[in-house]
């Protein structure tokens, strides 16, 4: 198994604190986003490699940061090649490079390089592993349709089965939002590229193909329960996870 982190965007709500620094490693507590994340991924006993694709403006900072990091696992920098906000590839098309540029075969676990959540992920990948050859994506009740409307809301059946997903819906019919977190059997793997090469679809947000899966494939929902999950995509939540993430170390 593979796992891919998702690092490539610019984050210009963020700015001026992204305009020279990648979001993913901003720092949360004293200790850069990504390293959340990694301390989830790390201990997957079936994952053997780890990608984490950024953009043309951003590689050198991951490369300093990965030359100080240690791992037991072979962690990839991949540039996207792109350089601004203007070219970007967007999630899906990010996926999609990597598995071609990389010539991934394997299962793919997906995570956003800007969540983070502290919950282990075996229970994810046992869930994942077992409605093979189905795409697995987590999920979070995030208690708030205020909140829900800026996230892919999903209805599951009693099997896990996904019977609805629409992305960023104006009226949320529920509060059960998909994280960026995805698990692809090897078996779907061309998936992203048949819906890019469709030339009528957001390339950015994932919950957009994800909605068009759900329509097109059987796909299946993990329910994560009580946690705390941090999407950083503003400056007022990263305030919260830091001053959350603060506390607990005092």
């Known amino acids: 198994m593979k796992a891919l982190l998702l690092a490539a965007g ?4 963020l700015y001026p604190l992204t305009l020279n620094q990648p979001k993913p490693l901003l720092p949360v507590a004293g200790r850069p986003v990504i390293e959340f994340i990694l301390d989830i991924v790390e201990p997957i006993k079936e994952l053997d490699e780890i990608f984490i ?6 590689t050198p900072h991951f490369e ?22 203007g070219d970007r590839l967007g999630a899906t098309g990010d996926i ?4 071609r540029d990389k010539l991934i075969s394997d299962d793919l676990l997906v995570l956003a390089g800007d969540n983070i959540f502290r919950t282990p992920l075996d229970k994810f990948i046992s869930f994942s592993l077992s409605k093979k050859p189905s795409v697995s994506i987590g999920l979070y009740d995030v208690k708030d349709k205020g909140l829900a409307k800026k996230y892919g809301i999903v209805a599951i059946d009693k099997d896990s089965k996904v019977v609805d997903f629409k992305e960023k819906p104006k009226e949320p019919a529920s509060t059960l939002a998909a994280k960026c977190l995805y698990f692809f059997p090897k078996e779907k793997l061309g998936l992203m590229k048949e819906y890019l090469s469709t030339g009528a679809n957001n390339e950015d947000a994932p919950g957009f193909f994800l909605e068009w899966l759900s329509k097109k494939d059987i796909m299946f929902g993990y329910v994560f329960r009580d946690e705390k999950w941090f999407d950083i ?11 959350i993430f603060r506390k607990e170390q005092s």
């Open 10 to 13: 610019y984050a210009t709500r």
């Open 53 to 58: 694709v950024t953009n043309q403006k951003f």
């Open 233 to 243: 995509g503003d400056v007022k939540s990263y305030k919260e996870a830091n001053k």
């Open 96 to 99: 999609e490079f990597v598995v």
């Open 64 to 85: 300093d940061w990965r030359r100080k990091y240690s791992s037991n696992k072979n962690i990839a920098i991949v540039n996207d090649g792109t350089t601004s906000n």
